[in-house]
């Protein structure tokens, strides 16, 4: 929290300096932290929903506002092209316009996913298979493997291959389901989380250094909705924890890489975040 200004005066709630998204990573994770911990802190929306976060008087609910970005993004739903999906960016003078990528979508589908088990509405659910049934038309998901590509550009009725990242996007990012056996196989190196084609050269970016966090507290949640999988993920999660705290000794901001014994010189807010995640995910054993 220590880089996080948004609460002083003149700056911008949630916003973190030098980042896009990942403030509202920080949030959710620390929602995560709450719930586990019962530490007074936090807020994401649908997480907060699903964890009970304490509500604010006169303020909206966690729930409608996870709502209103799901009616968002529904709107930006678009058929003519390649049969479906959300478009990257939402402007067509925006360089990512021309592609369809998993983020986009993925992050639709999980949102409409959650509400639908939240909610028990229909509606949310049938969003959810839709995404899906889509991506699993197109090169964002390979249901052969269980892996997914970062973008794909736009056909008249079919995705094609993307010019803008190497064959699909197939450099490996960390990613999770219930189907975890391609997780276990590309993003443990010796007993820990790793984010394999960066760290070990030590390019992985801002985005990357967060990707751990989001991996740990998700299988997890994993581990508690589907019970059967816990006996596999939760010795994962504690090792991973361990070696992520010998990134971060003696009170300085934590290394990225967990399955190194000493601290490897890197320092982000979300390496920091990505740490405190797996450490509040090893308390589900408890």
Same mark, same amino acid.
């Given at each position: 929290?220590?880089?996080?200004?948004?609460?002083?005066?003149?700056?911008?709630?949630?916003?973190?300096?030098?980042?896009?998204?990942?403030?509202?990573?920080?949030?959710?994770?620390?929602?995560?932290?709450?719930?586990?911990?019962?530490?007074?802190?936090?807020?994401?929306?649908?997480?907060?929903?699903?964890?009970?976060?304490?509500?604010?008087?006169?303020?909206?609910?966690?729930?409608?506002?996870?709502?209103?970005?799901?009616?968002?993004?529904?709107?930006?739903?678009?058929?003519?092209?390649?049969?479906?999906?959300?478009?990257?960016?939402?402007?067509?003078?925006?360089?990512?316009?021309?592609?369809?990528?998993?983020?986009?979508?993925?992050?639709?589908?999980?949102?409409?996913?959650?509400?639908?088990?939240?909610?028990?509405?229909?509606?949310?659910?049938? #969003?959810? /298979?839709?995404? *899906? %049934?889509? +991506? $699993? !038309?197109?090169?964002?998901?390979? =249901?052969?493997?269980?892996?997914?590509?970062?973008?794909?550009?736009?056909?008249?009725?079919?995705?094609?291959?993307?010019?803008?990242?190497?064959?699909?996007?197939?450099?490996?990012?960390?990613?999770?389901?219930?189907?975890?056996?391609?997780?276990?196989?590309?993003?443990?190196?010796?007993?820990?989380?790793?984010?394999?084609?960066?760290?070990?050269?030590?390019?992985?970016?801002?985005?990357?250094?967060?990707?751990?966090?989001?991996?740990?507290?998700?299988?997890?949640?994993?581990?508690?909705?589907?019970?059967?999988?816990?006996?596999?993920?939760?010795?994962?999660?504690?090792?991973?924890?361990?070696?992520?705290?010998?990134?971060?000794?003696?009170?300085?901001?934590?290394?990225?890489? #967990?399955? /190194?014994?000493? *601290? %490897?010189? +890197? $320092? !982000?807010?979300?390496?920091?975040? =990505?740490?405190?995640?797996?450490?509040?995910?090893?308390?589900?054993?408890?």
């Amino acid at each position: 929290m220590s880089q996080y200004h948004g609460n002083e005066t003149g700056q911008i709630p949630g916003k973190v300096p030098e980042s896009w998204w990942e403030g509202a990573a920080m949030f959710m994770t620390l929602i995560q932290y709450w719930y586990w911990t019962g530490d007074i802190l936090g807020p994401a929306a649908m997480t907060a929903a699903e964890l009970n976060f304490a509500e604010k008087e006169d303020q909206p609910l966690w729930l409608s506002l996870a709502q209103g970005v799901f009616d968002a993004q529904v709107s930006r739903w678009d058929e003519t092209r390649c049969g479906g999906g959300m478009r990257w960016q939402i402007w067509p003078f925006q360089g990512g316009y021309i592609t369809k990528n998993a983020i986009s979508n993925g992050g639709l589908f999980q949102l409409a996913a959650r509400l639908g088990r939240y909610t028990e509405n229909e509606t949310y659910i049938r #969003w959810a /298979e839709k995404i *899906w %049934d889509w +991506s $699993a !038309t197109t090169p964002l998901l390979k =249901s052969d493997n269980w892996t997914i590509a970062d973008t794909t550009t736009l056909g008249l009725r079919t995705c094609t291959t993307s010019p803008m990242v190497p064959r699909n996007g197939e450099l490996q990012s960390t990613a999770y389901s219930q189907q975890h056996a391609t997780t276990w196989r590309t993003f443990i190196a010796e007993d820990a989380m790793s984010e394999v084609w960066c760290e070990q050269t030590m390019s992985c970016d801002r985005n990357r250094d967060m990707f751990k966090g989001f991996l740990s507290s998700w299988l997890t949640f994993t581990a508690t909705i589907a019970p059967y999988t816990a006996s596999d993920i939760i010795p994962k999660i504690h090792r991973s924890a361990i070696g992520a705290a010998r990134q971060c000794l003696g009170g300085r901001s934590c290394g990225r890489q #967990w399955n /190194e014994g000493d *601290w %490897d010189g +890197s $320092a !982000t807010m979300e390496s920091d975040t =990505s740490a405190l995640s797996v450490y509040s995910s090893s308390m589900v054993a408890f």
